[in-house]
């Protein structure tokens, strides 16, 4: 069965440095998501992306963050100057023609 | 923007007893509301959904119907195991032309005890 895939699982980083959060999504699927949760906390949309550009974002998704689909496969997110706050659990969703998102396993963040 | 209200856990059953989860929302345009389990570890899996009014979700014995009168869409199994120990969102999507953003619940974990 097809499935969203994440990497890395983990990442380290000091503050002020920059991260790129890498995504498989589902092939022949069309919707990109990027969602966040804070240990302990619920999930939070931060951005969906159709037909090459965002569609839609949260006031989460400031200046500091971006999104891409550089090659038709991958799906990033990139985080500029990452602060303390920014500490969390990423996860990618994908959408084909139905209304259904699949997620991926995630990446957890830890800002130091 | 859309809200979902869940009911507070921890929840702790013991093996076989019966599961109540309740989800509510609020929301404009033509919501359709889903139930996630987050197993320990691990990312978010849907475990079903529903389309349209009085539609029923289910999978592995679990099953939500969707009340618009109500707008609820309230988690039920009949029995459960040790392994359905989990976190369980609910979740709302309303699309928007460009994709449908999904609104989480804060999530209710449950445990399930021998």
């Known amino acids: 069965e097809p499935e969203v895939t994440q990497t890395p699982s983990h990442q380290v980083t000091q503050m002020g440095q920059e991260v790129i959060l890498r995504c498989v999504p589902i092939?022949?699927?069309?919707?990109f998501y990027w969602y966040r949760q804070i240990l302990g906390q619920k999930v939070e949309f931060l951005v969906s992306?159709?037909?090459?550009?965002?569609?839609?974002k949260s006031e989460i998704f400031d200046d500091q963050f971006s999104v891409e689909r550089p090659d038709g496969s991958n799906f990033t997110l990139k985080i500029r100057s990452t602060k303390l706050e920014d500490s969390a659990m990423y996860f990618c969703?994908?959408?084909?023609?139905?209304?259904?998102?699949?997620f991926g396993p995630g990446t957890r963040l830890l800002v130091l | 923007g859309d809200s979902v209200t869940q009911m507070e856990g921890p929840v702790t059953l013991s093996e076989e007893a019966f599961l109540t989860i309740n989800c509510t929302y609020t929301a404009t345009g033509y919501p359709s509301p889903f139930w996630y389990v987050q197993y320990p570890g691990e990312g978010l899996q849907l475990l079903l959904k529903a389309t349209k009014a009085d539609d029923k979700g289910s999978n592995k014995g679990f099953e939500a119907t969707y009340r618009k009168e109500t707008t609820s869409f309230h988690l039920e199994k009949g029995s459960v195991q040790v392994s359905d120990s989990a976190v369980y969102f609910c979740a709302l999507s309303d699309f928007t032309g460009g994709g449908n953003k999904l609104t989480f619940g804060t999530g209710t974990q449950l445990k399930v005890e021998l």
């Open positions: 969703a994908s959408q084909g023609t139905r209304r259904t998102q699949y």
């Open positions: 992306f159709y037909n090459n550009e965002i569609s839609e």
């Open positions: 092939s022949n699927h069309l919707y």
